[in-house]
Structure formats: structure tokens, C-alpha cells
């Protein structure tokens, strides 16, 4: 098969990485891509949001099968665009890809299909939002739990998580009147503040059959311990022994299968990758938010556990026979992938810092080294976004995994990189917890 990946980052090239390992590829290439794409197939100087290129390029080439990686294309419509020409394509379409492009629709969504969600309000600007929150918490208590949500996307930080009223009432300024997030800022959502573990839930469904992937937990905040800013994600790990075989059934009865049927109900067919950021809360598990492709760094981890051919997957969920297939075989070791970010990420960053040590990180057994936000320059491999490497392993265990994958991380430098020391620890916390529980 002649396949093209659309997206330049982590996902994008575990994505690549995975599929280059298919007996029926013929020819892959990745659109834009980036520098550690290139070692998996050959990449395309066409952005993602370049709908009609995308076209041109796919039809020119005879593609056979195109796998959208980030969002931003689904919600502007690259699937429908190339469907119309007939070409197969992985991924939802515009009008399910507003399950993520917009708050308003997945909130709306889910209060249709009867799932177990946080109570919310939506404001269309910042003076009604602050007199919403004004006249529910009077006076200067200080503790008001509340989340602030942009609409749109924000490239996972649209979502300020607040204690305090005056950090809420900051946080509708940003967003109401500074346009913090730019278009995607209004309308905003205020909803309650979920107290729990937050996992995340991955499966694919061809519309009709619902293929669960292995739990995984990502990190979002930037710091240790949960603290700081939110990212695009910070590390992830699977399995996770949060979620048992029992919750997983309950997360899929309660909560995927009703919003697949309720999009089905709307003549909004669901097809692709439906991803449940979940709050395990003390009543059960709750739908923070639903993306409608492989999170990342989510999907790094998830695949390197995959022993199946991804190919077979996609294909079958794209011809709509994903029933007929056999179920995927996963490898029973853990992963974790740690991410590498750039100095002052979530914030402002520089780029082209050349990055050294990554041969070396290669060399160590059960490791591989994604690449999110880098580029060549010159004949080097350079720092090109905030998210840099997804550094992830393979291990018998959890704790083996993180040991690999922080022996990787160690061998990597380049000026300011870092990265979250604590991936998985909410793992043996769980463990250690359980244990005692059980005593």
C-alpha cells in the first residue's frame, strides 16, 4: 500500500514508525513531517492545514490510504475533501471532529447520550461569564473550584484549572477580553472542578464496531507532582493499573458506546480514533473532554506495546469491517514515554538548538526516541517546537520502563531541555495504595 501520514509531530512519527513496519507498505511518506519521520519514510513539504495540497498530492501520487494525525485538518474538513475524490482516509469527519474543535458541541453531545459528565455553563462573553461567578460565590471566599474552557482549539491549553474566585475571574479575562486563545477563546465553558485520577481512554470504531486500546495516563501539567501550567502533555504511560478490565467495560457501556450512537443518531457517523480524557471520580468515571484522534503523547507508549500490523487496523476501520478482524496482540511489558520539552514551555521558547545524544539514546534496548518538534539545519537535527522528543521504552514493569526510559532522556542535551522526573510514579502510588486497602 502506498500511504501518506498528515502531521509533524510525536504521534505523527509513532505513527510512521508503526506503519513502516507493515509487509503490505509499499511507500510512506509524511506531510510535513519532521527530522525523526524522515528515518521512517519520506517527507512531504505540504503543512497539515493545506487541505487542497493534501489533495493534490494524494490524487498525483496515487495514495491509497491517507491517516490524519492532529486535529486542526480533521475539524477544517480533510477527510470530506478527500473523500470526495475518492481517496480512503483515516480519520472522522468535519462535523464529528467537532466532538474536539469545539467544547460547546462535546459538552452538548454528551449531555444528549446520557454521559456522566461535570456540570457546566457557557457564556458567549467575559461580563456575563464574571457575573455568572459573581453572584455563585459572593463575597471573597476562597475556595472556588471551577475549570474555564475556550471553545476551540488551543492546542491543549485552553483549559485553566482554577481554585480560587479571583484565579476564575482571571481566567474569564484572559479568555473574554484579552482573547488569550485568539478565535477558539469565546465561547467559554464554566464547569465544576472533578476531584480524581485523570486517564485516558483510546478506541477505534468504524462507526459500528468499538475496538478499546489499553488504558494510558498522560500528564499534563508541566511540573512535578502535577503542579503548574496545563500542556499538550508531559509523558504517558500503559497499562495503567488504574483502570482494571472491569472499569474499562464500564468506561466503553456508559460512555463510548452512547456517544457513538448518539453521533450516529445526529447523521454524524463517528470513524477514527475516539479518545475519553476521563476523571475517575468518586462516582465513577466522568468525560473531561473527548479528542477525535491519537492523543500525544498517549499514542507513543500505546503503540510500542502494539505487536499487530497497524495497517490492517486502519484499513478495516476505514472499510468498515473492523468487526472481521482479529483482535490486536499487545505486548504484556509496560511503556512509558517521557517528554523533552524546550526552556520556557508552556510559554514562550527559542528554537534551533542543535540536539546531541540521540544515537546513543537509540542504542539502549526497548527504546525509541519519537520525534515531536524538530527539524534539520545544516545536516543537524535541531529543536523546532516546546514539545521536543518523546523518549519511550519498553520494560517488564513499570518501574524497569521508567528506568530505561530515564537512562535515554540522560544520554539526550541540547541548551534548556527538560523534562518531568515523576512519569508513572501515580502508577505505584495506585499499587502501594491498593495494597494497603487490601491489607
Keep these: ?20 513496519q507493515s509487509r503490505r507498505l509499499k511507500r510512506l511518506w509524511i506531510a510535513p513531517g519532521n527530522a525523526g519521520t524522515a528515518l521512517e519514510g519520506e517527507n512531504v513539504n505540504i503543512l ?27 475539524t477544517m474538513g480533510l477527510v470530506d475533501a478527500l473523500e470526495k475524490e475518492k481517496i480512503r482516509v483515516f480519520g472522522p469527519s468535519r462535523a464529528a471532529a467537532q466532538l474536539e474543535g469545539s467544547k460547546v458541541t462535546c459538552k452538548q453531545t454528551l449531555r444528549r447520550a446520557d454521559v456522566p459528565t461535570a456540570e457546566y455553563q457557557v457564556f458567549q462573553d467575559a461580563d456575563s461569564a464574571t457575573r455568572y461567578v459573581k453572584a455563585r460565590f459572593p463575597g471573597e ?3 472556588t473550584p471551577l475549570v474555564v474552557k475556550a471553545d476551540g482549539l488551543a492546542s491543549g491549553k485552553g483549559v485553566i484549572v482554577c481554585s480560587r474566585r479571583e484565579q476564575v ?15 477558539a477563546s469565546l465561547p467559554m465553558i464554566i464547569e465544576e ?10 478506541a477505534i470504531t468504524d462507526g459500528r464496531t468499538i475496538l478499546p486500546l489499553p488504558a494510558a495516563q498522560d500528564h499534563k501539567a508541566a511540573y512535578d507532582g502535577d503542579q503548574g501550567p496545563n500542556t499538550g502533555g508531559m509523558g504517558a504511560y500503559s497499562p495503567t493499573p488504574i483502570i482494571d478490565e472491569e472499569l474499562l467495560e464500564t468506561v466503553e457501556d456508559k460512555i463510548l458506546v452512547p456517544t457513538i450512537h448518539t453521533m450516529k443518531r445526529s447523521r454524524k457517523p463517528f470513524r477514527g480514533v475516539l479518545y475519553a480524557g476521563l476523571m475517575l471520580t468518586a462516582n465513577g468515571p466522568k468525560v473531561l473532554e473527548y479528542n477525535v484522534r491519537f492523543g500525544d503523547p498517549e499514542c507513543q507508549p500505546i503503540l510500542m506495546r502494539l505487536k499487530s500490523d497497524l495497517l490492517d487496523i486502519l484499513e478495516a476501520t476505514v472499510d468498515g469491517r473492523l468487526g472481521d478482524i482479529d483482535a490486536p496482540e499487545w505486548d504484556t511489558r509496560a511503556s512509558i514515554c517521557v517528554v523533552m520539552a524546550s526552556a520556557g514551555y508552556p510559554g514562550e521558547y527559542t528554537k534551533g538548538h542543535e540536539i ?32 521536543v522528543l518523546g523518549v519511550t521504552a519498553l520494560g517488564e514493569s ?14 539526550i ?26 491489607r
Excluded at 475571574?169 to 478565535?183: Q, S, T, V
Excluded at 495506585?430 to 495494597?435: C, N, P, Y
Aim: glycine fraction near 10%; charge should be positive; hydrophobic fraction near 45%.
Design 1 to 20: 500500500m502506498r500511504v501518506l501520514v498528515v502531521g509533524n509531530g510525536g504521534r505523527e512519527h509513532a505513527l510512521a514508525w508503526k506503519i513502516s
Design 48 to 74: 497539515a492545514e493545506d487541505i487542497a495540497g493534501l489533495v493534490r498530492f494524494a490524487k498525483k501520487e496515487s495514495v491509497d490510504l491517507v491517516v490524519v494525525g492532529p486535529e486542526l485538518p480533521l
Design 141 to 143: 471566599r476562597d475556595r
Design 169 to 183: 475571574l482571571e481566567a474569564i479575562d484572559r479568555m473574554g477580553r484579552k482573547l488569550e486563545f485568539g478565535k
Design 193 to 202: 472542578r472533578l476531584e480524581g485520577q485523570e486517564v485516558s481512554v483510546l
Design 356 to 387: 546531541t545524544g540521540l544515537e546513543a539514546a537509540a542504542a539502549i534496548p526497548d527504546v525509541k526516541v519519537f520525534h515531536a518538534g524538530t527539524s534539520f539545519q545544516d545536516g543537524k537535527v535541531v529543536t523546532a517546537g516546546g514539545r
Design 398 to 411: 513499570l518501574a524497569l520502563a521508567k528506568l530505561n526510559a530515564y537512562k535515554a532522556v540522560k544520554e
Design 413 to 438: 542535551r541540547w541548551p534548556g531541555a527538560w523534562c518531568r522526573k515523576d512519569i508513572s510514579d501515580k502508577a505505584a502510588a495506585h499499587v502501594l495504595a491498593a495494597g494497603e486497602l487490601g
